[in-house]
């Protein structure tokens, strides 16, 4: 299989995805990001809010997240969820490519 096989089958996947609330977003990357860091634990929610700061390009800071989006998130803007399911995309897609390019396809 090549690359470009490989990452065409995963595009096709990943299309199924068409949002990802917040709080799927956060429980996911906020673990990979700080190991052993789960809901629920003390400073989850600071770095929650700063990862999704991140993903959506820094045009909301963490402070503006914490204080109009709710503790589980639910009262973002209605485009939230779209943008975190395509930054969750190419995040699988850059990483999935990474990784073959370790093994050494092309």
């Given amino acids: 299989m090549t690359a ?4 065409q089958r995963l595009v096709s996947s990943q299309s199924q995805v068409t949002t990802m609330t917040p709080k799927e977003f956060v429980d996911l990357y906020v673990p990979l990001k700080h190991p052993g860091m789960q809901p629920g634990d003390r400073g989850f929610q600071k770095l929650a809010a700063q990862e999704l700061s991140e993903a959506l390009g820094r045009t909301t800071s963490p402070s503006t997240i914490i204080a109009h989006w709710g503790a589980d998130f639910s009262r973002c803007p209605d485009i939230v969820p779209w943008t975190l399911a395509l930054v969750h995309s ?14 050494g396809i092309r």
Avoid at 4 to 7: I, R
Avoid at 90 to 103: C, G, Q, Y
């Fill in 90 to 103: 190419i995040r699988t897609i850059t990483s999935s490519i990474n990784a073959l390019h370790d093994r």
């Fill in 4 to 7: 470009l096989s490989y990452v």
